[in-house]
């Protein structure tokens, strides 16, 4: 368990610190960032759970949480809701990864409206 809090630990500082991007401030990094936190203000609380189904900052529904919640640590996966249940439980820093796995397999279409009010799509 301290193993993987260790991990999740380090993976949190590398992900604040890749979000970074270049020195011009203009990586593909930043841009998708910056989307999930625009999306993340139009949807409400990274500890949302209404009962609509969908869950989190970004509103996820089960099936993306199954699919996109998870980062690779050592040649394996952690999936995140294996280990923390549903999205509204995770760290937001496991929320923004989710959102990223989600955009680069398929786009800002997830988001529809949000995307368009965030002028992403």
């Known amino acids: 368990m301290k ?4 991990i999740l630990a380090a993976f949190c500082v590398a992900f604040i610190l890749g979000s970074t991007g270049a020195a011009n401030g203009k990586t593909q990094s930043d841009y ?3 989307g999930l936190w625009c999306i993340h203000s139009h949807e409400g609380s990274w500890r949302a759970n209404t009962g609509n189904g969908y869950y989190g900052g970004l509103q996820m529904d089960r099936e993306f949480q199954n699919t996109f919640g998870w980062v690779r640590v050592h040649r394996s996966r952690l999936q995140f809701i294996a280990q923390w249940g549903y999205a509204h439980n995770w760290p937001i820093w ?4 989710a959102g990223r796995n989600g955009y680069r397999a398929r786009g800002w279409y997830p988001w529809p409206n949000t995307a368009r009010m965030c002028g992403l799509i």
């Not at 193993?3 to 260790?6: L, M, N, Q, V």
């Not at 496991?94 to 990864?97: C, D, I, S, W």
């Open 3 to 6: 193993r993987t809090a260790t």
């Open 94 to 97: 496991a929320q923004l990864q």
């Open 32 to 34: 998708v960032t910056r």
